[in-house]
């Protein structure tokens, strides 16, 4: 026998990564509908993490989810961890496996990668090979990459940073590669909606509500208070991957009774016109590799295609502004949440092993 079903997450920044990846991580075993196992599994650069150990790192980490190595770790990966990951991976069969790693879908192009995959292709030998990409309309995206990376730049500067980023929209180049390289394989692009853990349940052949209990932490973002601390404060936040601290924040934030406004919007009108015009052509190839209905659906989605769909968002500038909340009013909550972070970094250190830094499998 040989592997049912191969899915591949080539996830995109900023487009629900977390969002699967804490999702599979909870639950990372499954019964698809004709009754086989479905299993989220990590590919690092040591060995392969089964389902147990996915769940088991997930609980134990800031972030509440396990993801499999970026792909320069694992053009990397020594002999040694090649096979033990083919023997691994020729026990699974019969079942079909769920991999997923953010970066993945801009990372065909870097040497060695493509040989990766195909290995893990050839040695899985499955009936289909799915490659899964989501993605999220690029004004939204803009804001959204401006809070995650760009504010926290040394020297952040928005008039700089914002054309290096919208150079970087142009997504169906990056999957025009993968397909080059990949033509057999199934690719399929998803918007990314409200209902995402839905629909990627039905595309594994999984109930529609197999997430159903999965919280919504994952899928929240940063509140204003939160993101204008950070710009007041900068030792919270002291560089665009210092984004641990994030996740603490959100759940001591889930408890807190508080409403919170969201994220600040950082983008004017003209730029937003800018972007859609811009992604515009990149944004219609897309369809492409959508379902019929996805396609439809995305075709009359405003958010990619006209800036009517912003109008009710107040433009805030991109840097700290000294009025714009009471700092006071919230130092508990992110003190908590602070504080949760540190004692996980702890019990992090403890487990290692003694005289040594902790390591990466």
């Known amino acids: 026998m040989r592997v049912k079903n191969l899915f591949l997450h080539l996830g995109l920044p900023k487009c629900g990564s977390s969002s699967i990846q804490s999702a599979f991580s909870l639950c990372p075993e499954h019964v698809d509908k004709d009754g086989d196992p479905l299993r989220y599994i990590a590919m690092m650069k040591g060995r392969v993490l089964s389902p147990e150990l996915v769940k088991e790192r997930a609980q134990r980490n800031a972030f509440g989810y396990t993801s499999s190595a970026a792909a320069e770790i694992l053009v990397c990966r020594p002999q040694r961890?090649?096979?033990?990951?083919?023997?691994?991976?020729?026990?699974?069969?019969?079942?079909?496996?769920?991999?997923?790693?953010?970066?993945?879908?801009?990372?065909?192009?870097?040497p060695g990668f493509?040989?990766?995959?195909?290995?893990?292709?050839?040695?899985c030998s499955p009936i289909k090979t799915t490659m899964i990409v989501v993605v999220r309309p690029p004004v939204e995206w803009i804001n959204s990459a401006w809070w995650q990376w760009g504010a926290w730049q040394s020297e952040p500067n928005f008039e700089r940073w914002f054309p290096v980023m919208l150079k970087s929209l142009q997504w169906h180049y990056k999957l025009n590669i993968v397909k080059e390289r990949f033509p057999?394989?199934?690719?399929?692009?998803?918007?990314?909606?409200?209902?995402l853990l839905t629909d990627i349940a039905m595309l594994c052949g999984l109930e529609a509500t197999a997430f159903a209990s999965v919280g919504s932490v994952a899928n929240s973002s940063l509140p204003a208070v939160v993101l204008r601390l950070y710009q007041a404060f900068p030792e919270l936040r002291p560089g665009p991957h210092a984004s641990g601290i994030d996740f603490s924040i959100l759940r001591a934030l889930n408890d807190h009774s508080t409403a919170f406004r969201r994220a600040p919007w950082v983008i004017n009108r003209e730029l937003i016109q800018q972007i859609l015009t811009q992604t515009k052509t990149s944004s219609q190839a897309l369809t492409a590799w959508m379902s019929e209905q996805d396609a439809a659906?995305?075709?009359?989605?405003?958010?990619?295609?006209?800036?009517?769909?912003?109008?009710?968002?107040?433009?805030?500038?991109p840097q700290m502004q000294v009025h714009s909340f009471d700092l006071a009013k919230y130092a508990k909550v992110i003190t908590i949440a602070y504080r949760e972070l540190h004692l996980q970094s702890l019990a992090t250190t403890q487990e290692a092993t003694p005289g040594s830094r902790p390591r990466e499998s």
């Open 184 to 195: 057999k394989v199934d690719l399929r692009v998803l918007p990314l909606k409200p209902t």
């Open 297 to 317: 659906d995305f075709k009359q989605d405003p958010r990619w295609w006209s800036s009517d769909a912003y109008q009710d968002r107040e433009y805030e500038h």
């Open 81 to 110: 961890s090649k096979q033990q990951a083919s023997r691994f991976f020729k026990e699974q069969s019969g079942a079909s496996l769920f991999l997923s790693n953010e970066g993945w879908a801009q990372a065909f192009s870097l």
């Open 114 to 123: 493509c040989e990766e995959i195909n290995d893990l292709i050839e040695v």
